[in-house]
């Protein structure tokens, strides 16, 4: 089980963070990514982490303002936003999928198998 939260309304270049808690697998072998799906498009894929090596991925348009993060302790996994721009308006979803670190990081929504509830991050001009 998933459980998105940490949307909000934000002005443009103001920061969010998103938090993902999981419950119900073991943390530590999955992989865990955020997606956003704005009105009208299709959902993408913003970020990913391992939660074993750490390892991380980024889609183009948010690196250098997006960071993921996970905290084994607590089962949840942040995606810190900054200077966070109009077009990150959207609903974010986050996923988990088993992960062996021999495989490239789950960049595509197929490749997930759980998912949590969205959480609605707006962000105005």
């Known amino acids: 089980q998933l459980q998105a939260s940490g949307g909000g309304l934000v002005q443009a270049g103001g920061s969010l963070t998103l938090s993902c808690a999981a419950s119900?697998?073991?943390?530590?072998?999955?992989?865990i990514g955020w997606f956003r799906q704005a009105p009208g498009e299709e959902r993408e894929g913003v970020s990913c982490?391992?939660?074993?090596?750490?390892?991380?991925y980024y889609t183009n348009s948010v690196k250098g303002r997006f960071t993921i993060s996970s905290d084994n302790a607590r089962n949840t996994v942040y995606l810190k936003m900054s200077s966070l721009k109009p077009e990150d308006t959207a609903v974010y979803f986050c996923?988990?999928?088993?992960?062996?670190?021999?495989?490239?990081?789950?960049?595509?929504?197929?490749?997930?198998?759980?998912w949590g509830q969205g959480t609605q991050v707006t962000v105005s001009s």
């Open positions: 996923a988990a999928t088993y992960y062996d670190e021999v495989d490239d990081l789950p960049r595509y929504e197929s490749d997930y198998d759980y």
């Open positions: 119900g697998f073991t943390f530590e072998d999955y992989a």
């Open positions: 982490i391992s939660n074993s090596d750490g390892d991380t």
